[in-house]
């Protein structure tokens, strides 16, 4: 054989990385987009500077997060691990023996000390293969702790308006009870004159209690949501802490969705998956190779003598090289190689569907931002209906021109859709953020390691 047909041979044994495409149809545009591009800091598009400092701290306390940076370590450690298969393994050893004779008793101690070195030739490539596996198993790692980082910003988000649009719920339901009361107050006055039913009054108190249980649970909730927040930022809620305040902002231009296949390449869930498949193809290349001869080169030196004085004075040393060919293994490897294959494919599909699920996700919020928008504009006339109707209700209530219990009806239904209007508020915040993550990259930490 020729030096170059050899090396012909070498190089077609050597690993190659087929590209994987996600088993799906073609994707068309996304229904709409918009013209301000996402950045991957998406949560600046607020321009909300409070927002902008608890995303900073979250990132840098949250214990999850932390976690998953520490898998990515480790990940890293074991590539290192694997790559010093491809240098030899140097070994230093020493030992003392003694040897008895049969006929002779006395016994001679033996000193020994020396060098054992051993290199398996990657001729197959399968050791590269390994070693490409925990490459790509590590950039997963690092992909899957981007998209914590996103889904922390987005819980850290998503809870601070939250918060926020509590506490102007309470202040609602705060001025609602006042209103109430007053209403209350007034209507016993026209009562004791002989001007309305003792009825009236109970549904009217009715109507208070009935708010004063509303403002129970916006308290609750706003503890609640301090809780979560201060668990986000990776401190324990019983902990006093003030949470500063904060004005809701107003909804950004709507983002620019870009192309299917660019989603694909951004979004860091995405490429977790798609680096776990190449990772399979790796695998199953290195039990593809493993069915091939393993040539193995040996060499040991070593000083023996009777005593540490002429240790240095006799020396040995060898030097073989070895080649272990499976012959006979009950179809052992057969069965990993079908094994990995099978795997390959499984995580394949699994990153379709990802993909899949991906293209939904923005689907999905780009058509909730558009009905909620329009639900947003019926409920702010709805509102404005009620409001004149309550007044006009008032009006001819208090010139004896209407039953109070047509008031009363009318203020519950202004109040009901006064919280209702600041509910859609901040399902509209939620849906843009969902938007926001849906199509976002990650962006890199400064710590991040080349591999």
């Known amino acids: 054989m020729t030096v170059s047909s050899f090396l012909l041979l070498l190089s077609s044994c050597t690993p190659k990385i087929a590209p994987q495409e ?45 976690g998953s940076w520490q898998e990515y370590q480790a990940s890293l450690a074991v590539v290192k691990r694997e790559k010093s298969f491809l240098f030899p393994q140097i070994d230093a050893f020493a030992g003392v ?39 790509y198993t590590a950039e997963a790692f690092l992909y899957d702790y981007r998209a914590a980082a996103m889904t922390i910003s987005a819980g850290i988000a998503n809870t601070w308006y939250q ?122 290349a290195f039990a593809v190779r493993s069915k091939f001869p393993v040539i193995s080169l040996d060499a040991s030196g070593s000083f023996r003598a009777e005593n540490v004085s002429n240790l240095f004075e006799n020396w040995t040393y060898s030097l073989a090289g070895n080649l272990l060919a499976p012959l006979i293994y009950g179809g052992r490897l057969s069965a990993e190689v079908d094994r990995a294959e099978a795997v390959k494919n499984q995580l394949l599909y699994e990153y379709g569907q990802a993909v899949l699920i991906a293209f939904e996700e923005v689907e999905n919020a780009l058509l909730r931002e558009k009905k909620q928008r329009e639900r947003l504009e019926v409920l702010e006339r709805r509102l404005e209906l009620s409001t004149k109707t309550s007044g006009q209700l008032r009006i001819e209530f208090l010139n004896g021109l209407s039953p109070y219990l047509d008031v009363l009806l009318a203020l519950d239904e202004q109040q009901q859709l006064e919280r209702e209007m600041l509910e859609g508020e901040q399902e509209l915040l939620e849906i843009r953020i969902g938007l926001y993550r849906a199509l976002a990259g990650a962006f890199e930490n400064p710590q991040e390691t080349d591999l």
Do not use: H
């Open 22 to 66: 996600a088993p799906i149809p073609q994707p068309e545009a996304f229904t709409v987009s918009g013209t301000v591009p996402v950045p991957d800091e998406w949560w600046r598009s607020f321009e909300d500077p409070v927002l902008d400092s608890l995303v900073q701290q979250g990132l840098q306390e949250n214990l999850s997060l932390a």
């Open 163 to 284: 918060l926020l649009t509590a506490r102007k719920q309470l202040e609602l339901v705060e001025e609602q009870i006042n209103t109430n009361e007053d209403i209350v107050k007034l209507i016993r006055a026209r009562f004791a004159g002989g001007q309305i039913r003792a009825v009236d009054i109970l549904r009217q108190e009715q109507l208070l209690e009935s708010t004063r249980d509303q403002k129970i649970l916006y308290e609750t909730n706003l503890e609640l949501l301090e809780n979560r927040l201060l668990v986000l930022l990776g401190r324990p809620p019983q902990n006093a802490t003030y949470l500063r305040n904060g004005m809701l902002p107003a909804l950004p231009p709507l983002p620019q969705t870009g192309l299917p296949l660019e989603l694909i390449r951004r979004r860091p869930d995405l490429q977790q998956a798609y680096n776990l498949v190449l990772a399979a193809d790796r695998e199953m």
């Open 97 to 135: 023996a003694k040897d008895r004779g049969r006929e002779n008793f006395s016994e001679d101690l033996q000193l020994q000390t020396g060098l054992a070195a051993s290199y398996e030739l990657d001729l197959w490539g399968r050791v590269r293969a390994g070693v490409q596996a925990e490459k």
